[in-house]
């Protein structure tokens, strides 16, 4: 959940990339941390396996700046993807304010994507959480690789609100700062009616 | 939709800096902070001179849920406390409602002297942190909060 504290004038909110094993979570997260300054941003912690698979999560605090006098910081988290490590999913879930969906484009990962979502519902309804009510984005990745569903088709199979939906090759950086801000905006938008 | 903000005063603020910089000095710890189970750390005393509270936080919190998850597995509510003694440095955790008591301590100090101190502060904690809680639930903290006047050039700003 959102937290303010006045006396150091920080808002800090919590936002979790979700989507189905290799998707592209952690590039994401990588990505943002390789192009940020250094001054704006802590260090990226990684719970991963010997052979670099996530275990448990991804963690990196990114401030963005001043709004009304308070310093934004978003705590940016991603979740194992593999299907066994359920558990440690719904934890990561807790507290959130804003979910970006990772969904990946090669048509051999569809129904990973499909079954990645229902997770996705069922363990945000587990804590308490309606994705439909949630700052949410639904990220396109891996548009450069050979043999792709086309975005109108994903869209159709994965899109659940009129989320915004943004294609990114997030190894190269295409698309990833876009997600975060669609996202991003739903989250300081909600701190505005609350 | 996302839970309520929690929104802490400065006069939250200060009482549980004090709680915590008491608790430094009676347990002779090096640091001592207080998180949230979610990861979000609240207020930090001591050495933290090369230290990177944020992310001992969020892994502190991870930490916690994740023995948390194994308690439930084997039937127990939780593990109300988890200690990890290094050959120098150690770390006790403390769950206190939805807080975590965090201490980091040297060979100055002994988990004995820790765990005893930090659940003597436990519940003035609790009860300060319940205050917040409540105040920021319904929304007494929240009438003066410049949030409501931030515009759509606000949110735009802070990614240009």
């Known amino acids: 959940m959102t937290f303010i504290n006045y006396a150091s004038r920080e808002i800090n909110c919590k936002i979790v990339y979700y989507g189905p094993g290799l998707c592209g979570k952690t590039t994401n997260l990588q990505y943002i941390f390789d192009s940020t300054a250094p001054q704006s941003r802590g260090k990226m912690i990684s719970l991963a396996t010997e052979t670099d698979r996530t275990l448990f999560f991804d963690f990196m605090p990114l401030e963005l700046g001043n709004v009304r006098g308070f310093k934004t910081r978003f705590h940016l988290y991603t979740v194992p993807g593999q299907v066994f490590y359920d558990a440690s999913r719904k934890l990561i879930l807790k507290g959130v304010d804003g979910v970006v969906f990772v969904a990946d484009s090669q048509e051999e990962r569809m129904d990973a994507n499909i079954e990645s979502l229902y997770n996705l519902e069922e363990n945000l309804r587990s804590q308490g959480y309606d994705l439909m009510k949630l700052p949410y984005a639904l990220q396109l990745n891996k548009r450069d690789l050979p043999q792709i569903v086309s975005s109108a088709d994903m869209a159709a199979e994965l899109q659940r609100k009129g989320e915004p939906v943004v294609e990114a090759v997030a190894s190269t950086g295409v698309g990833v700062f876009d997600t975060l801000k669609a996202v991003a905006k739903q989250v300081l938008t909600e701190l505005r009616k609350s | ?160």
Do not use: C, W
């Open chain 2, 1 to 160: 939709m996302a839970d309520s903000p929690i929104v802490m005063r400065e006069q939250e603020y200060h009482q549980i800096k004090a709680v915590l910089a008491r608790l430094r000095l009676d347990a002779s710890a090096r640091v001592v902070f207080l998180v949230d189970k979610d990861g979000q750390q609240i207020a930090t005393h001591g050495d933290v001179a090369g230290l990177d509270t944020t992310s001992l936080a969020s892994l502190a919190a991870g930490n916690v849920a994740a023995t948390g998850g194994m308690a439930e597995l084997i039937g127990e509510k939780e593990f109300p406390t988890l200690s990890h003694e290094g050959e120098h440095e150690s770390i006790h955790i403390s769950v206190v409602g939805r807080l975590l008591l965090v201490v980091v301590f040297d060979e100055h100090s002994s988990l004995g002297l820790v765990k005893l101190r930090s659940k003597q502060v436990s519940q003035q904690l609790a009860s300060i942190f319940a205050e917040v809680a409540r105040s920021s639930e319904d929304g007494q903290t929240n009438e003066d909060l410049p949030f409501g006047e931030i515009t759509d050039e606000d949110i735009e700003s802070l990614f240009s």
